[in-house]
């Protein structure tokens, strides 16, 4: 039996075939939302241009000098172009010129993207035409206020010297947060080393000290209050105006798109993402073959899940046709044999 796995979301999106033998009794754990239709990109604009909770994006613009767009990086399979390319007609429109407008990778503490990285995300034709920058979490950070559980909040300069700051990004289930989304473009998106630094030890801690197998139990879970009340106060401390939330199938096509206040679109966008990555419950496996597609440089999330799905003493083969390697996470990645970030 061959079966075809969706691979190389950033390398040409060239399939991958496995053959399992024809004696084995497989069973194919499909999420329902490769059952869903492909958005078209007037099918995109419609849904971006009727927000949830917010005035539309050209009516935000009006009376603003400038704009600011963040959007994730590539440890996200979110396609970006046709949002980007929407917000882009939007603003212009509304007179905001087209020099003053500026693309920011919300990268947080993983490693900055290359130029061609920034095609992949926006198109070339973006890239070519308009200033991309990425995020630095080391310098050039500004100091936004407190949260109410005391954590001080440092925003990237750049993202708070314009008007209008909008963020796009993928809304996928995530193992501490329960769902991307949201408020996460800008913690940890564009927020400095510390800021980070006390957001993911008070998400570790809960999670590590409520759970017995944390990273699986926690993916499509929103019980992490304190997590999601951080990146909500975070968000709205930065001034994040507009946020654009895609939902996607295996393939990484977009399957739905959530705008508007990115507090009040990303729970909207919740109730949909159940639905879209739901897959039907079986028994557990002695084989699970995990497909990292989306996450290829963070893959080893997937055999996270994975290893919930086999018997004990089962196998686990992990697919992740990922030509980068691991993602750089200056936060938790290993930096030699002995040494690494602060956690």
């Known amino acids: 039996m061959k079966i075809s796995l969706p691979q190389n ?9 496995i053959d399992v033998p024809d004696s084995w009794d ?3 754990a499909e999420m329902a939302g490769d059952q869903l239709p492909v958005l078209s990109y007037e099918q995109i604009r419609e849904k971006i241009n ?16 400038n704009a600011v767009i963040l959007f994730d990086d590539m440890s996200r ?3 970006c172009q046709e949002a980007a390319h929407i917000v ?12 003053k407008i500026l693309f920011l990778c919300a990268q947080g503490m993983h490693g900055a993207l290359e130029y061609d990285d920034f095609a992949k995300k926006l198109g070339w034709d973006i890239v070519r035409e308009y200033p991309v920058f990425n995020h ?21 300069a750049e993202f708070m010297k314009y008007d209008l700051r909008i963020g796009i990004g993928g809304l996928v289930p995530h193992p501490t947060a329960g769902f991307g989304g949201g408020g996460k473009i800008v913690l940890p998106g564009v927020t400095g080393l510390d800021t980070v630094d006390l957001n993911h030890k008070a998400v570790f801690g809960y999670v590590f000290l409520n759970k017995s197998a944390p990273f699986t139990n926690m993916i499509g879970n929103l019980q992490n209050k304190d997590l999601r009340e951080d990146v909500e106060e975070v968000a709205m401390l930065a001034g994040l105006d507009f946020k654009i939330d895609i939902l996607m199938n295996t393939n990484c096509d977009i399957v739905d798109v959530f705008s508007g206040h990115p507090i009040k679109e990303y729970y909207e966008g919740v109730k949909k993402a159940f639905e879209v990555y739901a897959m039907d419950h079986f028994d557990q496996v002695d084989v699970c073959i995990a497909n990292g597609n989306a996450k290829g440089n963070e893959a080893s999330m997937a055999a996270t899940v994975a290893a919930e799905a086999v018997h004990p003493g089962g196998d686990i083969v992990l697919v992740n046709f990922c030509r980068t390697g691991p993602v750089a996470h200056y936060l938790v990645s290993g930096w030699g044999m002995s040494t690494g970030g602060r956690q």
């Open 77 to 79: 399979g979110t396609p």
């Open 136 to 156: 630095n979490p080391y310098e050039n950070l500004v100091h936004v206020g407190t949260t109410s559980r005391g954590f001080s909040v440092e925003i990237n």
């Open 9 to 17: 979301r950033w390398f040409g999106k060239e399939p991958v075939w």
């Open 26 to 28: 497989t069973h194919i």
């Open 88 to 99: 882009l007609e939007e603003l212009l429109k509304a007179g905001i010129s087209k020099d």
């Open 50 to 65: 009727k927000p949830i909770g917010s005035p539309s994006i050209a009516e935000l613009a009006v009376g603003k000098r």
